[in-house]
């Protein structure tokens, strides 16, 4: 398992063609608004070597592909705990980083296309990648969001919005196409493509899942621009460490040899991806986001502190609800992992309806947070001077007393990058798309419950149908 050191000095190994507002960016290691979120992948290569054995058996796992130790970002579900060591990881990491630590599409991609390519024809080529994935603990950048253009148009009707294949050889594939919001991938050392939505009978070029290095040719990334961006790495970062990182990712006629192939042209396949992938992901958010609402909650608490108004009851009261609203979307989460199911090849599944509500629920709550979180705060949140301003040796004294104190002052910044700064995009801008938006959720709800069950027992409690479920009670 690769330590911290050894994670970005196989960044500096890479030759990405990455464009940072409209420049090459040769070495992203150093750059300051691309290191926060290197730092934040870094704390899950941290982790898998801490000095606490109970946080080291939370970060890694046994892998049975390999026979030994990998990180947990790496392996798969083959015990029902390993959902739950899963979401208590990501809450930690979360509450840790206090942003997005980008691993886990990669990690629920692996899952899903363990289950997808099984008993079909990539399987061992997938197991045979897996393997050395795990035994290089490579960051895995999980590619499936397409730009989509027109939506009411099929991918055949448009083919240049979906990543697809161009062409077949003997050795392999050629793709062609884009993925968008792709976490962490100028951090990462591959690319699993997957498709991004349903295909059916006929759109077989787009039903492709594959593994592309980050340095192949015709790949080239473009950074996503944040919220006041500028200020990473300065005074006014807000988080003072780390932070996310979305990128657009364009395929200009890539080749894939077929070793890297484990989808191509199968639509069934692909289906039970993103049926797999939706249902591990929409629980990871049950995961992550209570970890990085934790941070909301600890930067506002500390603000009403600092204010004198902590013993206030009505502030006691908005702190008690973001945490009663946090632990909801936590408890979703471990509801999904602790009701899991196994797939028939071995890997083990979170409950759907359960994952679905919890993402759901994360599309809401954490706004309501946020509110209370501005509400606590106060109007400094967006109004307050640089730091800047306040270290510098002729204004500073003055600035000292109506800023009040730097720990003030730095507390707010926080709430302010969490809230609508570069932290808001992995954090709440995430929460309402990642994973799929709200109807996405609303869709898998609406088709997995058993509404006639529902009905069937409503007819019996109503007299209109006799009890056979509890047939002796007279
Ligand atoms: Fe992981 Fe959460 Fe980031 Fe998704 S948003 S990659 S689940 S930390
Ligand atoms: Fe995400």
New binding site residues.
Partial sequence: MKTVAQYIDSLRERKLRLWVDGERVDDPVEHPKIRPAINAIAATYALAHDGDEDTRRLATVHSELIGERVNRFCGLFTRPEDLIAKLEL?RA??RLTGT??????GLDGINALFIATHKRDGHQRFVSWLAQVQRQDLVLNGAMTDPKGDRSKRPVDQPEQFLRVVQRRPDGIVIRGAKLHQ??AANAHQIVVMPGQGLRPGEEDFAVACAVDVSADGVTMVLGRQPSDDRRGGPDAGNARFG?QECVVLFDDVFVKNEHVFIDGDVEASGVLIDAFAGF?RA??G???PGNLDVLTGAADLITRLHGVRRASHIRDKLVEMAHLTETIYGLGRGACGKCSQHDSGIWQVDRILANVCKHHVTKLPYEIVRIAEDLAGGGLSTLPSLADLDHPELGPALQTVVHSRERAQALRLVESLAYGAGSV?FRI?CMH??GSPQAQRIVLERHIDWDAKVARARVLAGLDEDTELAEIS
């Fill in positions: 990501q990491l979360g997005c630590f980008q691993r886990c599409v976490t962490g996310g992901h990871s958010y995961g992550c986001k992995p995430e990642g994973a």
